[in-house]
């Protein structure tokens, strides 16, 4: 079955600093692959997605790229800021699977202090 | 364009009432719509697949009798969470297929209500 990985957090950073958010993820088919993040009190949004195998998503200064060779959609920001403090999850959606529904990892809370 | 809209967003009930969850599509028709519920630990997990006009699939281990779900329409569907106990405070999402022409491009996308919280004393 499909499954996605995510690293734990919480993951605390000061502004500025660098962010990677590791997700690898297994899927029998050829899966497209997401990125929501939560804020707090709020759902889910879209932040970035991509389609096939070396896309990359990009949005609000967040990237990922789609490793099909190491089946992994690391979230990366080269500089944080402290709105970006939210819970963030990634997900994929198995092309075969024509329920179009979506395979959560568990979610990592980014904080961010100033 | 494309927004799920989901009321109420808190609901505080006594345990045993049962509590009502809307889910609307604002803009667009959803012959789908998934529900989910999020864990202390911020994990998501999908409970079922509302579909219009029949029946909703459960997942494994989701109580049929205790989650009622009904699509009567293409813009709505509610999760009725019935006799409600303390172990059922959490918080539910919704969630429509966006149809192709509002994608931003490509894949199946999903778009999400904004949650309620449920809170059973």
């Known amino acids: 079955g499909n499954s996605v990985t995510q690293m734990e957090g919480p993951v605390t950073l000061s502004e500025e600093a660098f962010l990677t958010i590791n997700c690898t993820y297994t899927a029998t088919g050829y899966p497209s692959l997401f990125w929501y993040v939560q804020y707090p009190g709020e759902g889910l949004q879209l932040l970035l997605k991509?389609?096939?195998?070396?896309d990359k998503g990009s949005n609000k200064g967040f990237e990922a790229t789609y490793r099909k060779e190491t089946t992994s959609f690391h979230l990366e920001k080269g500089s944080v800021q402290v709105s970006d403090s939210a819970v963030y999850f990634c997900a994929l959606s198995d092309r075969n699977n024509a329920g179009n529904m979506l395979t959560f990892g568990g979610g990592t809370r980014l904080m961010v202090k100033p | 364009g494309a927004v799920v809209s989901q009321h109420p967003s808190r609901v505080i009930c006594k345990s045993g009432t049962s509590v009502k969850i809307e889910c609307r599509s604002l803009?667009?028709?959803?012959?789908?719509m998934f529900w989910y519920r999020q864990f202390p630990k911020q994990s998501l997990m999908l409970m079922a697949t509302s579909n219009e006009g029949s029946k909703a699939t459960y997942e494994q281990g989701v109580e049929k009798d205790k989650f009622l779900i009904n699509h009567a329409s293409l813009t709505l569907s509610t999760l009725t969470v019935t006799s409600a106990h303390p172990e059922d405070s959490s918080f539910y999402i919704c969630?429509?297929?966006?149809?192709?022409?509002?994608?931003?491009?490509?894949?199946?996308?999903?778009?999400f209500g904004a949650g309620s919280r449920l809170t059973v004393l």
């Open positions: 991509a389609t096939k195998a070396d």
């Open positions: 969630s429509a297929r966006v149809p192709r022409d509002r994608e931003f491009s490509g894949a199946n996308v999903l778009t």
């Open positions: 803009d667009f028709q959803a012959t789908t």
